[in-house]
């Protein structure tokens, strides 16, 4: 179930309880009727913030695991490096120009050459 489907339901649940506690206490002061309604709702709203908690674990476990490095790739990336510095250039300004690929991916700001290596122009 989607959480936003389930904060829907919890809004829906709390206006007919709330409803139902205005109405049960109107109605002859049925004060069984009232607090049944109120428990609901406030179990409705125990339950919304449960849910909520534990989604928001488990998108950070998820993120933390995607941002797990893969060694495959870094053992590719560091053959390629050695690639290029045996093929003669210059070993800080690849490695310098791997970190500004690597920050550009992830999103970072200033990742437009202000780190150049000692071998840029």
Not at 23 to 31: F, H, K, P, Q
Not at 59 to 85: F, K, M, P
């Amino acid at each position: 179930m989607n959480l936003r489907l389930l904060r829907l339901a919890v809004i829906a649940v709390c206006v007919v309880g709330i409803a139902g506690m205005i109405i049960g206490s109107l109605a002859d002061n049925n004060n069984g009727a009232v607090i049944t309604f109120g428990l609901i709702t406030a179990v409705s709203i125990v339950v919304l913030m449960a849910v909520a908690a534990t989604t928001r674990a488990l998108e950070g476990r998820a993120s933390g695991a995607a941002a797990a490095v893969d060694e495959e790739i870094a053992a590719d990336v560091e053959q390629r490096i050695q690639a290029l510095v045996s093929a003669g250039a210059d070993e800080a300004a690849v490695r310098a120009l791997v970190g500004t690929a690597v920050r550009l991916g992830r999103g970072a700001t200033g990742a437009t050459g202000s780190s150049r290596g000692a071998g840029s122009r």
